[in-house]
C-alpha cells in the first residue's frame, strides 16, 4: 500500500512539474521585443564584423550567428545545411536559407518566402577615423525583422503554408545572391506564393499616415491585404519610392523576375529621413528599435493570415 502511495505523490509531482515547465514556454504568451531586435542588429552593425563585405570572415561570422539563431528557433535547414553557396568572381558567397514546414497537409505545399539582405558594403569614407560601414539600417535591421519574424513563428507555428527564411548575400553586388537563389528555386520547381523582403526598416516617418511603404504597391494588392488583415494602415505608398524605382533595387525584384508572383519589399526609410546610407555612421545607436518593434509586430499578422487563407488572396493586379 505504501509502495503505491508513493508512486501516486512522484507522479503527482512529475505532472506538477511538466505543467510548469509548460506553462514557462506557452508559445500563446510570446511576443517580438525591442531588446531582442536591438541585440540582433548591435551584434551585425559591431566593428567586429567589419561591414560584412561579401567573402569576407565578417559576413561568415554573420553568417554562423544567423544560422544559430535559425536552430534555436527550430528553423530547419531547406537544403543539406542552411547555405546556399554561389560564387562572385573568385569570392565565395552564400545565402542562409531556413525552412518552417506548414502545419497543413495540403497548404504546406505552398510558400512564403521572408527575406533581407545581411551583407554590407565593409568600408566606406573615412570620417574621424573610422572607415568601417556598419550597416545598421542596411541592412542588419532588415535582417533583424527576418531573425524576429523565424522566432515568432517557430514559437507559435501557426502557418498552414509552409515560409521560408532567407537571408541574402551580395545584394550590394547588384543582387547577386537573390538571383541565385530566385532561379535555383524556380529550376526545382519550387511552389512559391509570394515573397516578402524587408530592407532598412530601422527608421520612422514623421509625416505620413502609414508605418512603411511597400516597393512596386501598384504591382499587386499586397498592401490592401496586409492592411485589411492587420486591422491597420500597417504600410502605404511612397512618391519617393516610385521615382527612383526601388522596386528594381533590392532583392524582391529577382523573385519577381522569376516568379512573376507579387513580390515586394517593405521598408520605412526611402532616404528621405536618413542621413547615413553607405555611411561609416550608419550605427546601432542611430536606429529606433520601439518603432521597429512596432512595424515587426504589425506585419505579423498579415504573414499569419496570408499563410492561413484557404486560397491565394494576394494577387498581381492587370497592367
Known amino acids: ?35 531582442e531586435i536591438k541585440d540582433i ?36 535547414p531547406y537544403f543539406d545545411t542552411y547555405r546556399d553557396n554561389f560564387k562572385v568572381g573568385e569570392l565565395d558567397a ?13 497548404l504546406k505545399n505552398e510558400f512564403i518566402v521572408i527575406g533581407a539582405h ?34 515568432y513563428f517557430g514559437t507559435k507555428k ?7 527564411f532567407v537571408t541574402f548575400s551580395a545584394e550590394e553586388k547588384g543582387l547577386l545572391g537573390s538571383d541565385h537563389l530566385a532561379k535555383r528555386l ?8 509570394t515573397m516578402i523582403n524587408l530592407e532598412m526598416i530601422g527608421v520612422p516617418f514623421k509625416d505620413r499616415d502609414y508605418i512603411a511603404f511597400v516597393t512596386g504597391f501598384d504591382k499587386s494588392n499586397i498592401a490592401q491585404k496586409i492592411n485589411d488583415y492587420s486591422g491597420t494602415k500597417v504600410v502605404g505608398y511612397s512618391e519617393v519610392a516610385a521615382k527612383y524605382n526601388l522596386f528594381r533595387q533590392s532583392d524582391n525584384y529577382a523573385f519577381y523576375k522569376a516568379f ?24 546601432a545607436d542611430k536606429l529606433d528599435y520601439n518603432h521597429m518593434v512596432q512595424l515587426i509586430n504589425s506585419i505579423i499578422p498579415g504573414i499569419e493570415k496570408m499563410s492561413n487563407t484557404p486560397t491565394k488572396e494576394i494577387t498581381l493586379n492587370e497592367n
Open 1 to 35: 500500500m505504501k509502495k503505491i502511495i508513493l508512486a501516486c505523490v512522484l507522479a503527482i509531482m512529475v505532472n506538477a512539474c511538466k505543467t510548469k515547465v509548460e506553462t514557462t514556454l506557452d508559445p500563446k504568451d510570446y511576443t517580438v521585443t525591442s531588446q
Open 41 to 76: 542588429v548591435t551584434f551585425l552593425a559591431s566593428d567586429g564584423l567589419k561591414g560584412r563585405n561579401t567573402g569576407t570572415e565578417g559576413i561568415g561570422e554573420a553568417a554562423n550567428y544567423v544560422e544559430s539563431k535559425f536552430k534555436d528557433f527550430g528553423i530547419k
Open 94 to 106: 552564400y545565402n542562409v536559407v531556413g525552412y518552417l514546414e506548414g502545419n497543413d497537409a495540403t
Open 118 to 151: 545581411y551583407d554590407h558594403i565593409g568600408q566606406s569614407k573615412t570620417v574621424a577615423n573610422d572607415s568601417i560601414a556598419n550597416g545598421a539600417n542596411d541592412n542588419a535591421a532588415g535582417t533583424s525583422g527576418v531573425l524576429a519574424l523565424a522566432k
Open 158 to 164: 501557426t502557418n498552414k503554408r509552409s515560409l521560408l
Open 186 to 193: 524556380k529550376q526545382d520547381n519550387f511552389n512559391m506564393y
Open 260 to 283: 512573376n508572383l507579387p513580390c515586394h519589399t517593405i521598408s520605412s526609410c526611402d532616404l528621405s529621413n536618413y542621413d547615413y546610407y553607405h555611411h561609416v555612421d550608419d550605427e
